[in-house]
């Protein structure tokens, strides 16, 4: 384009900043069709290589995680879970609960906030102390989509004495969430649903 390279040009400078949040395959998509849109009509000089590396560096408070709400992303949402730095002072018995309370929660809002339809989740945590000793600390994660409102935490608990076919179908995966977090809150703020749970560090 007006014989500007690509490897020096703006559009590959923003496409390379707009990352933040997404994983390398995210990043390969988008840098395919910057260049493709670059190029235009122009004949192609030589082969591109385009290779890809993610860095695994521990997951911050102060970068949030924003993914397209579909299961192909579960495994990145499950990495970032992984790289908090709190998530390993947690026994394995409290990290298994925390790793299915947030498999639960990010499926039902695939399922039930989108219903289908496109849309983000955010994925945020922070670590809360106590005021007095620094004794009590906890992990939090925080999940949030722009769905219809609806607060899970309303729904009626199944009755676990009841056989899987005498159930109701639906409101196990909160019931476990809610039974097995230290922590389950819901909020709903401009538009957002915002579900927050919380595990405590031993």
């Given at each position: 384009m007006?014989n ?38 122009a ?17 911050s ?30 026994d ?20 039930y ?45 199944p ?25 389950v ?18």
């Amino acid at each position: 384009m007006n014989n500007e390279l690509f490897g020096e040009s703006q559009p590959k400078i923003k496409a390379i900043q707009c990352q933040s949040g997404n994983d390398s395959g995210d990043l390969s998509e988008r840098m395919r069709n910057t260049a493709t849109n670059f190029a235009a009509e122009a004949e192609p000089s030589d082969d591109i290589t385009l290779w890809a590396v993610q860095n695994q560096e521990p997951a911050s408070p102060n970068c949030p995680l924003r993914v397209k709400a579909t299961l192909e992303k579960l495994p990145q949402i499950m990495g970032f879970i992984e790289n908090i730095p709190d998530v390993a002072q947690l026994d394995s018995k409290s990290r298994n609960q925390l790793f299915v309370a947030v498999e639960e929660i990010y499926v039902n809002i695939i399922h039930y906030a989108y219903r289908g339809q496109e849309g983000d989740v955010i994925i945020s945590f922070d670590v809360i102390s106590s005021d007095v000793d620094n004794k009590y600390r906890q992990i939090r994660i925080h999940f949030c989509d722009s769905g219809p409102r609806f607060n899970p935490l309303e729904n009626i608990e199944p009755d676990i004495t009841l056989s899987a076919s005498e159930r109701d179908i639906g409101g196990l995966g909160i019931f476990i969430v809610r039974k097995t977090m230290d922590f389950v809150d819901y909020q709903y703020i401009d538009g957002q649903n915002i579900l927050t749970i919380g595990k405590n560090i031993s």
